[in-house]
């Protein structure tokens, strides 16, 4: 059974810096690219950062880009999104999913405010 488990989201200051993990399992997670997403409320859910199965090939939509940065682990099974400078209209529920499987984990939730 594939599933994908997100954890790290918090409630941060602007200005702050978190780090989101998503540890999958279920499938050869070292041979198949990974992606964050994120539905802020009211908003439709939107491509955040893409990585390559070997981390070189890297990804990112123009409001994140200079702040976000995606890795991973294929030892672990883990892809991460370091978070930096973060501010209040980062605020949504982040998500991660496996293209190579159309699975989505189950979101969690970032919160940017003073």
């Known amino acids: 059974q594939v599933q994908l488990v997100e954890s790290g989201g918090d409630t941060v200051q602007p200005g702050g810096s978190l780090r989101l993990d998503c540890v999958a399992s279920?499938?050869?997670?070292?041979?198949?690219?990974m992606r964050w997403y994120r539905q802020a409320p009211g908003k439709e859910r939107e491509l955040v950062a893409s990585i390559g199965s070997t981390g070189v090939v890297r990804t990112y939509s123009d409001s994140v880009k200079g702040r976000f940065t995606i890795s991973r682990d294929n030892v672990k099974s883990t892809v991460y999104l370091q978070m930096n400078s973060l501010r209040p209209e980062d605020t949504a529920v982040y998500y991660c999913?496996?293209?190579?499987?159309?699975?989505w984990g189950q979101g969690t939730l970032v919160t940017v405010s003073s």
């Open positions: 999913y496996a293209p190579s499987e159309v699975v």
């Open positions: 279920g499938f050869i997670f070292s041979n198949y690219a």
